[in-house]
T-cell receptor, first 116, second 116 residues
Framework: GAVVSQHPSWVICKSGTSVKIECRSLDFQATTMFWYRQFPKQSLMLMATSNEGSKATYEQGVEKDKFLINHASLTLSTLTVTSAHPEDSSFYIC????????????FGEGSWLTVV | AQTVTQSQPEMSVQEAETVTLSCTYDTSESNYYLFWYKQPPSRQMILVIRQEAYKQQNATENRFSVNFQKAAKSFSLKISDSQLGDTAMYFCAFVPGGTSYGKLTFGQGTILTVHP
């Protein structure tokens, strides 16, 4: 079946550096992908909608200059956390679905980011 | 905007017994879908069950069934014959149909523990 893959699963970076997380749809094309953030024991909060070939749409309160999203192809979206700080440490997870309302929504495995 | 509320932060049940997790939502949309996701310690999001709002019949998937009350905007999950592997965090989620499909709004989550 359709699979969404995320990489890396775990990443540790130093405060002030940038880190990139990839989200790939392996056997379907996704014009839209979604990025969520989840703090421990909390719910998933939508950060942004990644749109292929155009700018991402960010949710209120999410800094677009800090969380750069690029969706350069129909199978790949990347989230770059720029100038990371310890408070950015979290679980980041992406989702995508084959074109068409009502289709199954698939999630990546998620990426743990720890900023030290 | 829509909201999803899960009022039970934690629930516990004995193995082989039945448990019901509650979820209410609020929306002005007429076309939408509702989901229950399971998130085990691995953090992988696993789809448990899906309900299309236009369908009056409650969805069932083996031991999992929902009680969908559209007028009351209620969407509870019943787990029958609970198993130790059901221990996880459960999220109720809403997604509008049409062009906004895929953009999930999650409830706060319910931690379910199944005791032997």
């Amino acid at each position: 079946g359709a699979v969404v893959s995320q990489h890396p699963s775990w990443v540790i970076c130093k405060s002030g550096t940038s880190v990139k997380i990839e989200c790939r749809s392996l056997d379907f094309q996704a014009t839209t992908m979604f990025w969520y953030r989840q703090f421990p024991k909390q719910s998933l909060m939508l950060m942004a909608t990644s749109n292929e070939g155009s700018k991402a749409t960010y949710e209120q309160g999410v800094e677009k200059d800090k969380f750069l999203i690029n969706h350069a192809s129909l199978t790949l979206s990347t989230l770059t956390v720029t100038s990371a700080h310890p408070e950015d440490s979290s679980f980041y997870i992406c989702s995508a679905d084959p074109r068409g309302s009502g289709n199954t929504i698939y999630f990546g495995e998620g990426s743990w980011l720890t900023v030290v | 905007a829509q909201t999803v509320t899960q009022s039970q932060p934690e629930m516990s049940v004995q193995e082989a017994e039945t448990v019901t997790l509650s979820c209410t939502y609020d929306t002005s949309e007429s076309n939408y879908y509702l989901f229950w996701y399971k998130q085990p310690p691995s953090r992988q999001m696993i789809l448990v069950i899906r309900q299309e709002a236009y369908k009056q019949q409650n969805a069932t998937e083996n031991r999992f069934s929902v009680n969908f009350q559209k007028a009351a905007k209620s969407f509870s999950l019943k787990i029958s014959d609970s198993q130790l592997g059901d221990t996880a965090m459960y999220f109720c989620a809403f997604v509008p149909g049409g062009t906004s499909y895929g953009k999930l709004t999650f409830g706060q989550g319910t931690i379910l523990t199944v005791h032997p």
